[in-house]
Nanobody, 126 residues
Framework: QLQASGGGLVQAGGSLRLSCAAS??????????IGWFRQAPGKDREFVAV????????YYEGSLKGRFTISRDNAKNTVYLQMNSLKPEDTAVYYC???????????????????WGQGTLVTVSS
C-alpha cells in the first residue's frame, strides 16, 4: 500500500528526492501521518522524519534537520523526502511508513506505524 521510490547512487554533496506513494489508503491518505526511516547494513532501522496528516507539523532526526525536508501532496497521495548535501553515512535503505492518528506521538518508533513500504536504496559515494 506504500511504494517508496527515488533512491539511487549519488556522490557526496549531491541531492535526491524520495517519494512515498500510497495506494489502498485511498481517500483516507490525508488522515495518515507519514514517516521516513532508514536502515544501514548491520544497523537498526532509525527514524528520519515525519509529517502530520495535514502537513502542518514535521519532525526530523536532530542531525538531519537542515539537510532533509519532508513534504506531502495529499491530492497526489504522495509524501516526499528531499535530501541535500548527502554524505556517505546517509547510505541506507529508506522506508516510508503510515499511521492514522490525529497527532504526532511516538513518531520515532517503528512500532508506531501500521503500514510500511518496501524501501528504496540510497547509496552515497565519497
Amino acid at each position: 500500500q506504500l511504494q517508496a521510490s527515488g533512491g539511487g547512487l549519488v556522490q557526496a554533496g549531491g541531492s535526491l528526492r524520495l517519494s512515498c506513494a500510497a495506494s489502498g489508503l485511498g481517500l483516507h491518505f490525508n488522515m495518515y501521518n507519514i514517516g521516513w526511516f532508514r536502515q544501514a547494513p548491520g544497523k537498526d532501522r532509525e527514524f528520519v522524519a515525519v509529517i502530520r496528516w495535514n502537513g502542518d507539523t514535521t519532525y526530523y532526526e536532530g542531525s538531519l534537520k537542515g539537510r532533509f525536508t519532508i513534504s506531502r501532496d495529499n491530492a497526489k497521495n504522495t509524501v516526499y523526502l528531499q535530501m541535500n548535501s548527502l554524505k556517505p553515512e546517509d547510505t541506507a535503505v529508506y522506508y516510508c511508513a503510515a499511521v492514522q492518528k490525529p497527532y504526532l506521538t511516538n513518531y520515532d518508533r517503528t512500532s508506531e506505524y501500521n503500514y510500511w513500504g518496501q524501501g528504496t536504496l540510497v547509496t552515497v559515494s565519497s
